[in-house]
């Protein structure tokens, strides 16, 4: 009962924050968008203690929060226009090193996925730079380090479809599930900051996408 409360409050808030920030990115956005990620840790917390202390367990509490110091960092760059690349890389950080927790998480549950992870993740990477290119994303002295950073979470995204393949595992298919929804969130991201945003839905989608990641990483702990 308390995990479909937690989902439903992370649900409500992540459309208000959608919500609000169309009409404009305030305080309350920040505090909106910063809420439903502190659901989100606390939903992983809440499985955590169901299912027992693992170090799976803990790698993926330890990425939750990390992202929700992303989140906090990326939504305050709108409050301040002197400070908003600091925070949009700050934000970037965190969630790379949450990318590498999580993938610590699946070397867990899977030693070798590693290995066969890599083509995956580079042929992924090589269409994301296609995506890129063709909505004529420019980011400047920082293109190498988007460039890892993308690289990072589809290097995630292919140690939990391989790592699910090699183990059976249905805490890592899960995974590979939320996955998907954030490396897809994340391209449109990189568009919508940098390249030609063509689409005036495409923030709403990005948003439900990278909660939707978040709700199926969260959730894998219950398999383990």
């Known amino acids: 009962m308390l995990e479909i409360l937690l989902i439903s409050a992370g649900a409500v808030l992540e459309t208000l924050f959608i919500m609000r920030s169309y009409k404009r990115r305030d305080a309350s956005s920040v505090v909106l968008k910063t809420m439903a990620s502190v659901v989100f840790v606390l939903l992983g917390l809440l499985e ?8 799976y367990g ?7 929060t990390l992202g929700m110091l992303g989140d906090l960092l990326l939504a305050l760059r709108f409050l301040s226009e002197k400070l908003h690349r600091l925070f949009f890389a700050a934000g970037s950080v965190s969630f790379f090193l949450g990318h590498i927790v999580y993938i610590l998480a699946i070397l867990a549950l899977c030693p070798a996925a590693w290995l066969y992870a890599i083509p995956i993740a580079v042929v992924a990477l090589g269409a994301a730079c296609f995506y890129a290119y063709a909505k004529e ?3 400047g002295k920082i293109t190498p380090l988007g460039v890892l950073y993308i690289g990072g ?3 995630m995204t292919a140690c939990a479809a391989t790592g699910a393949f090699i183990e059976s595992n ?3 298919f899960l995974f590979f599930v939320g996955g998907i929804c954030f490396s ?15 689409s005036p839905y495409r923030n709403a989608v990005l948003h439900v996408l990278y ?14």
Do not use: C, E, H
């Open 48 to 55: 955590l203690r169901r299912m027992g202390p693992s170090l």
């Open 137 to 139: 994303v420019r980011a």
């Open 211 to 224: 909660y939707m990641a978040q709700i199926f990483i969260a959730l894998t702990i219950k398999f383990v």
């Open 58 to 64: 803990w790698y993926v509490v330890a990425g939750l």
């Open 184 to 198: 897809t969130s994340d391209n449109m991201l990189v568009v919508l900051s940098f390249g030609k945003n063509d």
């Open 170 to 172: 249905r805490a890592l």
């Open 153 to 155: 979470v589809l290097f």
